[in-house]
């Protein structure tokens, strides 16, 4: 019994660890088209997409996730990698999106 309630106690934690912070309230910059872009749960709309974050995977030593994006609009469906770290920069935790060709730093969105 003793076992059963600390492999419990144990697939608990891990599944904590490994599922991704909250992003809502954070915006990706906007353009003329858009504006700010909000991150509502795990999905966020551009202009001619609506793009959704799948299967975050923490990245080791850092407040970080790494996700699949899927994103289908009128042109169609296409996918990426997305890691979203927080890191500590002058002195101000700040939130990045990192993609193979950009980093984005997020704002709080005005509401």
């Not at 990706?28 to 299967?55: A, H, L, Q, Y």
Request: aromatic content about 8%.
């Amino acid at each position: 019994m003793m076992k059963l309630l600390l492999t419990a106690a144990l697939v608990v934690v891990v599944g904590l660890q490994a599922s991704a912070q909250s992003y809502d309230g954070l915006c990706f910059p906007g353009n003329e088209c858009t504006g700010p872009v909000p991150i509502t749960g795990s999905s966020f709309f551009t202009c001619e997409e609506n793009c959704v974050m799948e299967d975050p995977t923490s990245v080791r030593g850092m407040d970080a996730f790494l996700f699949d994006v899927t994103c289908r609009g009128d042109s169609g469906t296409f996918s990426y990698r997305l890691m979203m770290a927080r890191i500590m920069n002058e002195g101000r935790l700040r939130t990045y999106a990192i993609t193979n060709d950009e980093i984005t730093p997020l704002e709080h969105c005005q509401h």
